[in-house]
């Protein structure tokens, strides 16, 4: 069976709490329901993953090559600042889809720029965590799991 890894950086543990007016409710465990819901009916296994620290989501990016088909990314402000994370993704070499809770391009300029894009295979945002579900999707249809 085809598995994803879904991993979220830094600041992504406090959904549901963290600035509701622009993250929603939601929390990342119900957004882990909903992913697990959705690869379900792809038939796929994920495993979904956060951590607040840069190394640790280059460790895991690393480990995906040998356990995973791809990966759903939301990198949380590194996506802004982090050239390891891109240099990461480039050596994989694994298809990723970049996932914004928010739309990053309505926001402030710094979040204008992503260091993920670049090496995505694309890249969702603006739709609140119906934007992992949209991933899973369009990753199943990559992957031709469907
Ligand atoms: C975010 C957008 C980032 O700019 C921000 O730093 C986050 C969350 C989002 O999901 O909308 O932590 O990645």
């Known amino acids: 069976m085809t598995s994803v890894l879904i991993l979220n950086g830094p600041n992504l543990n406090l959904l549901g709490t963290r600035q509701p007016e622009v993250y929603g409710s939601t929390t990342l465990a119900d957004v882990e329901q909903m992913c697990r819901a959705a690869a379900k009916v792809h038939g796929m296994d994920i495993e979904f993953a956060q951590s ?3 190394g640790t989501l280059v460790d895991q990016i690393h480990a995906a090559k040998t356990s995973h088909g791809g990966i ?3 990198a949380g402000a590194y996506t802004h600042t982090s ?14 889809i970049e996932v914004h809770l928010s739309n990053i391009h309505a926001r402030e300029t710094f979040r204008h720029k992503s260091f993920i894009a670049p090496v995505a295979l694309g890249q969702i945002c603006g739709f609140g965590a119906k934007g992992y579900v949209l991933a899973l999707d369009a990753l199943a249809e990559h992957l031709a799991i469907t």
């Open 52 to 54: 607040n620290h840069e």
């Open 83 to 96: 050239i390891a994370l891109m240099d990461a993704i480039a050596s994989v070499e694994l298809p990723v």
């Open 72 to 74: 759903i990314l939301n």
